[in-house]
T-cell receptor, first 114, second 113 residues
Framework: EAGVTQFPSHSVIEKGQTVTLRCDPI?????LYWYRRVMGKEIKFLLH????????ESGMPNNRFLAERTGGTYSTLKVQPAELEDSGVYFC????????????FGPGTRLTVT | LAKTTQPISMDSYEGQEVNITCSHN???????ITWYQQFPSQGPRFIIQ???TKVTNEVASLFIPADRKSSTLSLPRVSLSDTAVYYC??????????????FGSGTRLSIRP
């Protein structure tokens, strides 16, 4: 069974540009999460989808970040316009159950904003 | 929210048993304890989860004393491939919002030949 996949693995963009990250969860997992780790900091929650609905987006840092999950399958996280402080690793995870159930993480997308 | 405290780093040698202890003094009645492992350039990977006493799987054992204010992840006979960061998380398994999941700094385990 395929795990959680993320694309691209690494993205380098200039400040002010737009970047879209993609996450494909494990098939059948209704719950999809986005996290990120900025340089030297801890992994932080961004938001949680249940199917196509945003269950919790309290971790989204500001309105430059937009997450979607059309059709309840894959999800995208768009950063527009990107700022230097957005650099970090963005992880996606999926799970069958909500809350604290076992989450399966993708390898992450390393975003570098110059 | 139950905050956790774990050692920043640990060193050991191949073939040894490694025990990583996590403190969670404010653990709530409904909280479970979960450990994740993270290798460089990968996302965290679930290792084990428990509520009380002892849980064992093919990878590790988790020991939780009666007061549940701490827990110990035990890795038997470690190898070089066990070098990773280990995170201890505490939360309500069924009802916690994902936003309450706190990874913390983790414990960086280094295994030497």
């Amino acid at each position: 069974e395929a795990g959680v996949t993320q694309f691209p693995s690494h993205s380098v963009i200039e400040k002010g540009q737009t970047v879209t990250l993609r996450c494909d969860p494990i098939s059948g997992h209704d719950n999809l999460y986005w996290y990120r780790r900025v340089m030297g900091k801890e992994i932080k929650f961004l938001l949680h989808f249940v199917k196509e609905s945003k269950q919790d987006e309290s971790g989204m840092p500001n309105n430059r970040f937009l997450a979607e999950r059309t059709g309840g399958t894959y999800s995208t996280l768009k950063v527009q316009p990107a700022e230097l402080e957005d650099s970090g690793v963005y992880f996606c995870a999926s799970s069958l159950g909500q809350g604290f159930h076992e989450q399966y993480f993708g390898p992450g997308t390393r975003l570098t904003v110059t | 929210l139950a905050k956790t405290t774990q050692p920043i780093s640990m060193d050991s040698y191949e073939g040894q048993e490694v025990n990583i202890t996590c403190s969670h003094n404010n653990i709530a009645t409904n909280d479970y304890i979960t450990w994740y492992q993270q290798f460089p350039s990968q996302g965290p990977r679930f290792i084990i989860q428990g509520y009380k006493t002892k849980v064992t799987n093919e990878v590790a054992s988790l020991f939780i004393p009666a007061d549940r204010k701490s827990s110990t992840l035990s890795l038997p006979r470690v190898s070089l491939s066990d070098t990773a960061v280990y995170y201890c998380l505490v939360g309500d398994s069924l009802y916690s919002s994902a936003s309450k999941i706190i990874f913390g700094s983790g414990t960086r385990l280094s295994i030497r030949p």
